[in-house]
């Protein structure tokens, strides 16, 4: 059963089609980047997935059921914005993702902030973007998740951090869930991807994997997007 | 060991031949044992499913083999290698013969010139 599924799913902002038609399912054990220009509804469906938009048509399930109280406890997710209570600090958060889900792995956590010297008495408002971006991951790399959602989680940081990102992305691998990246931001991310799925005005465009697309292009998926979404 | 994609080539195809070249160079010692595929894809920063994909196609060409409950290990059969470091070899020269008549060399000229190559390489 996949872990991610859409039939003919459709989201509408009042006359605004964010999500047209949108089927796919995505098996579990694989690394997906959700590929578009801004605006395309990587979002949208990433919210969808959520439970924190209902859909106007169609319908999408987590593991064989629309999301609810199941889908809360599997997902993982990271949204596009600091959504993070900005007066806690690291060591309070932890306590809060503890309470929240079973899944949590606070020695992992700790172990990864450690390795980053993230002090846990700092505030998330004390924190630079960047530390504050990292500290979110951690948080959520740290559960024995299902479905990890990843919205944008290398925007706007510098190298150094988007190759940390990337790596806890690899050593959490866990063949038995699959990770969702949302970005624009291809060249960075490809080498870490099985499959990719490029999304334009809430439509599917392509959904082929990573070394499918070089072998039949002779170019990067980078190079093949920016060929697909010429403007 | 350093590892490098170009853009127009599968990313699994890459690590075949740069985990080959690892073992023809010495990088990998036969007989060494290969760190698991996750700590593989994460030192070379990709996909482990890439990375797996990659060392099954080793194994079928015998250059790695794998042992069911100890983990993974380049080959002991040197032949192997040998044979392995030979199509290296070629390969490179049959680039290199290709870009020289490119630019309009002959065959003698070309010979001649890698004589001379050759030599002064030996003088430095």
Do not use: C
């Given at each position: 059963m996949p872990i991610l599924e859409c039939r003919e799913l459709c989201k509408s902002y009042g006359s605004v089609r964010?999500?047209?038609n949108v089927s796919l399912s995505i098996e579990q054990g694989r690394v997906i980047g959700l590929l578009?220009?801004?605006?395309?509804?990587k979002t949208t469906l990433l919210k969808l997935a959520n439970g924190l938009l209902t859909p106007t048509e169609g319908e999408i399930l987590i593991a064989g059921e629309a999301p609810g109280r199941l889908s809360r406890s599997i997902i993982s997710y990271l949204p596009?914005?600091?959504?993070?209570?900005?007066?806690?600090k690291v060591r309070q958060l932890m306590d809060f993702f503890e309470d929240f889900y079973e899944d949590f792995d606070r020695a992992k956590a700790a172990d990864m902030l450690k390795r980053l010297n993230i002090?846990?008495?700092?505030r998330i408002r004390e924190m630079s973007k960047g530390t504050r971006e990292k500290t979110q991951l951690i948080l959520v790399m740290s559960r024995a998740a299902r479905l990890y959602l990843l919205d944008?989680?290398?925007?706007?940081?510098?190298p150094a951090t988007r190759d940390f990102i990337l790596d806890t992305i690899i050593r959490n691998y866990n063949p038995e869930a699959a990770v969702v990246i949302s970005t624009h931001l291809i060249a960075d991310v490809e080498q870490v991807l099985d499959d990719v799925i490029f999304i334009n005005n809430g439509k599917i465009v392509l959904m082929s994997s990573v070394d499918n697309i070089r072998e039949e292009h002779g170019m990067s998926v980078d190079q093949y997007f920016r060929e697909v979404f010429r403007c | 060991m350093i590892w490098k994609f170009r853009g127009d080539l599968p990313i699994y195809s890459q690590l075949v031949e740069q985990i080959q070249l690892g073992i023809v160079s010495g990088s990998f010692q036969p007989g060494e044992r290969l760190m698991s595929v996750r700590d593989m894809a994460a030192e070379a920063g990709v996909n482990p499913n890439t990375m797996q994909r990659a060392l099954q196609e080793l194994e079928r060409e015998g250059m790695v083999y794998s042992q069911r409950t100890s983990g993974r290990y380049v080959t002991e059969d040197i032949q192997v290698i040998e044979r392995a470091k030979k199509r290296f070899a070629e390969e490179q020269i049959r680039r290199f013969l290709e870009a020289m008549r490119k630019l309009g060399y002959q065959q003698e000229e070309i010979i001649s010139m890698l004589r001379e190559g050759v030599g002064e390489d030996a003088d430095s």
């Open positions: 964010a999500l047209d578009g220009p801004n605006g395309s509804g596009d914005h600091n959504y993070l209570a900005d007066w806690m002090d846990s008495e700092m944008e989680p290398i925007g706007g940081v510098d | -």
